[in-house]
């Protein structure tokens, strides 16, 4: 079993980093022998689409024919996501959604025609369903009944990895983290850790 890790918080101390590091560990809990490939977007940010990458993705015609290299990074990123059998995100809410870096990476993995297919109902996704795991670190709160922002991630997230296949997700937050101490950051991690549900594991953890 392969586990795609991605981390997007610049801090150290990071609450979705140690979130995300947390749910790799149920996993190799469920899978001893699972491999782990790595991206720190923040240690190692994507660059932002390119003019050759934007220009070949600009059209049919030319994502027909594209140019030389232009596919090379997305390709990179779409062929790491399809040898995962299992994603894990760490990502901060930032203004209200999606981590720009991590933004950066569906830019890449968002491919007409190699992702996803476009048709007149909209995207249709064209890679294997696997599970996501997306642990979420916020300094206010998003969900229940003490929230005080709008969401803009999980349902963004959902509809953006939904329209490449990818449907089995589950979010995991650990929330108003501005409020919080060392001890209490530790019990909303492992709280925001108790909603896991290794069932949809299945047979993967045996690959
Ligand atoms: C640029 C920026 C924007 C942020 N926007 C939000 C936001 O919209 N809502 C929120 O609850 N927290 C927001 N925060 C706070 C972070 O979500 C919070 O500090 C979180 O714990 C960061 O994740 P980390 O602990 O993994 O670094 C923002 C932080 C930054 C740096």
Request: include cysteine; glycine fraction near 6%.
């Amino acid at each position: 079993m392969n586990i795609l890790h991605i981390d997007c918080s610049p801090r150290p101390e990071s609450h979705s980093r140690e979130l995300s590091a947390a749910i790799v560990k149920q996993l190799l809990a469920v899978a001893p022998g699972a491999s782990i490939s790595r991206r720190d977007f923040a240690a190692a940010p994507l660059p932002h689409a390119s003019p050759d990458y934007a220009t070949t993705l600009s059209s049919p015609a030319t994502l027909a024919a594209p140019q030389k290299g232009a596919l090379e990074l997305s390709e990179a990123l779409i062929q790491e996501v399809e040898a995962a059998d299992v994603i894990v995100i760490g990502t901060p809410m930032n203004n209200l959604t999606v981590s720009s870096v991590l933004k950066a990476w569906i830019d890449q993995i968002l491919r007409a025609g190699r992702t996803f297919k476009s048709t007149p109902a909209g995207k249709v996704g064209m890679l294997r369903d696997r599970p996501v795991f997306i642990g979420i670190a916020s300094g206010g709160v998003f969900t229940g009944e003490r929230a005080n922002q709008p969401d803009f991630l999980t349902p963004y997230l959902s509809v953006v990895l939904d329209s490449i296949g990818l449907k089995t997700l589950q979010f995991l937050s650990a929330q108003a983290t501005a409020f919080l101490d060392r001890d209490q950051a530790t019990l909303a991690r492992d709280k925001a850790l108790a909603g896991i549900d290794l069932t949809v594991m299945g047979e993967i953890a045996c690959l």
